[in-house]
T-cell receptor, first 119, second 110 residues
Framework: NAGVMQNPRHLVRRRGQEARLRCSPMKGHSHVYWYRQLPEEGLKFMVYLQKENIIDESGMPKERFSAEFPKEGPSILRIQQVVRGDSAAYFC?????????????????FGQGTRLTVV | DAKTTQPTSMDCAEGRAANLPCNHSTISGNEYVYWYRQIHSQGPQYIIHGLKNNETNEMASLIITEDRKSSTLILPHATLRDTAVYYCIVYTGANSKLTFGKGITLSVRP
């Protein structure tokens, strides 16, 4: 049972280009979360998606950033017109969902991240 | 906003138990206590979670006080590979997200 897979592991983009980060959740998981970690800083929540739906995007910058989790295929975090300040590690996590009362299936498992460098 | 407070750092001798405290005095009845760790910029790793009973798995034990206002993560025999930032998080699991605070940096010394 493979874990959460993120690719690419490292991505270099020039200012103004687009960055596409992919996340394949664990088998059977329908909930996906994206986090960003700037150098020497903590993990900041960006967006929470269930299949084809955005549940919470309160941490997403208002411009240039978008996320999707289509019915088929991986979740994609897209950053348009990247700037140097977008350089960070981007982590994706997935979970089965919610089982009220016992917390079973609510554990989120993280991928190894994509390190984005904007030059 | 993180609803937990943890010391900034602590150290532990290799082979000894590491006891990591966490305060969550405003925890709600439907919130669980989760622990994750991040080893040197790798992806965060799930450790354990609990509601009100003590829990144990192959990685650690979680002791939750009877009033649920604090908890302790116990690594029974710390190794150098346990050096990491440990995050204590309260979380309903119900259509919500994990919010990470600053965590506690555990340094295991030889």
């Amino acid at each position: 049972n493979a874990g959460v897979m993120q690719n690419p592991r490292h991505l270099v983009r020039r200012r103004g280009q687009e960055a596409r980060l992919r996340c394949s959740p664990m088998k059977g998981h329908s909930h996906v979360y994206w986090y960003r970690q700037l150098p020497e800083e903590g993990l900041k929540f960006m967006v929470y998606l269930q299949k084809e739906n955005i549940i919470d995007e309160s941490g997403m910058p208002k411009e240039r950033f978008s996320a999707e989790f289509p019915k088929e295929g991986p979740s994609i975090l897209r950053i348009q017109q990247v700037v140097r300040g977008d350089s960070a590690a981007y982590f994706c996590a997935s979970s089965l969902g919610v089982h009220q009362g016992l917390g079973i299936g609510t554990e989120a498992f993280f991928g190894q991240g994509t390190r984005l460098t904007v030059v | 906003d993180a609803k937990t407070t943890q010391p900034t750092s602590m150290d532990c001798a290799e082979g000894r138990a590491a006891n990591l405290p966490c305060n969550h005095s405003t925890i709600s009845g439907n919130e669980y206590v989760y622990w994750y760790r991040q080893i040197h910029s790798q992806g965060p790793q799930y450790i354990i979670h609990g509601l009100k009973n003590n829990e144990t798995n192959e990685m650690a034990s979680l002791i939750i006080t009877e009033d649920r206002k604090s908890s302790t993560l116990i690594l029974p025999h710390a190794t150098l590979r346990d050096t990491a930032v440990y995050y204590c998080i309260v979380y309903t699991g119900a259509n919500s997200k994990l919010t990470f605070g600053k965590g506690i940096t555990l340094s295991v010394r030889p």
